[in-house]
T-cell receptor, first 110, second 117 residues
Framework: QKEVEQDPGPLSVPEGAIVSLNCTYS??????FMWYRQYSRKGPELLMY????GNKEDGRFTAQVDKSSKYISLFIRDSQPSDSATYLC??????????FGTGTSLTVIP | GAVVSQHPSRVICKSGTSVKIECRSL??????MFWYRQFPKQSLMLMAT?????????EQGVEKDKFLINHASLTLSTLTVTSAHPEDSSFYIC?????????????FGEGSRLTVL
């Protein structure tokens, strides 16, 4: 079983829609959870960082962590064409080991 | 967020030559840097973990004599692809982890696209 599972999509939504991106994981020791946005041929850009469980909101983005279900989500409100990218979830535990999802490709249609 | 600079962003070289890619943390110190390889439409594949002042830790299957990593300072790590071959053509990305404290955010460089002819 992979450490982190993420649906690769592709996901296509109309502009203005609410987007829900998800990852599941198997290791209950994970404490740090991150979401990255990666445009084509660019390095990943950190969007959200969450420690342990709970919600975190930043503008149109909301990250949720449910450690009991080993499930994390990223919600994008009022999606824009500029949000079209690949979204990677990442997580880690104490130390410096990180685990990445395969990425979900999102297209927001004007 | 913190800035990680990677250079060059694109490089084309002949088969058999060596190529060096630099990764710099511009506004923070990074005890640990990571090097990844990414194939088209695939996720990041960790190649090695680079710790300042010590030898890099390579992932299984990654040739340490081919992919030389040096982390000489808290703000600079380099990846040298030695005797490059066409199969080494890929997108190489570095990341740096903030030193100290409880934070574990990981920041990525812009990536370097290597094409070996």
């Amino acid at each position: 079983q992979k450490e982190v599972e993420q649906d690769p999509g592709p996901l296509s939504v109309p502009e203005g829609a609410i987007v829900s991106l998800n990852c599941t994981y198997s290791n209950s020791a994970f404490q740090y959870f991150m979401w990255y946005r990666q445009y084509s041929r660019k390095g990943p850009e950190l969007l959200m960082y969450t420690y342990s469980s709970g919600n975190k909101e930043d503008g149109r983005f909301t990250a949720q962590v449910d450690k009991s279900s080993k499930y994390i989500s990223l919600f994008i409100r009022d999606s824009q064409p500029s949000d079209s990218a690949t979204y990677l979830c990442a997580m880690g535990r104490t130390g410096n080991q990180f685990y990445f999802g395969t990425g979900t490709s999102l297209t927001v249609i004007p | 967020g913190a800035v990680v600079s990677q250079h060059p962003s694109r490089v084309i070289c002949k088969s058999g030559t060596s190529v060096k890619i630099e990764c710099r943390s511009l506004d923070f110190q990074a005890t640990t840097m990571f090097w990844y390889r990414q194939f088209p439409k695939q996720s990041l594949m960790l190649m090695a973990t680079s710790n300042e002042g010590s030898k890099a830790t390579y992932e299984q299957g990654v040739e340490k004599d081919k992919f030389l990593i040096n982390h000489a300072s808290l703000t600079l790590s380099t990846l040298t692809v030695t005797s490059a071959h066409p199969e080494d053509s890929s997108f190489y990305i570095c990341s740096a982890q903030l030193s100290g404290g409880a934070a574990r955010e990981l920041f990525f460089g812009e990536g370097s696209r290597l094409t070996v002819l």
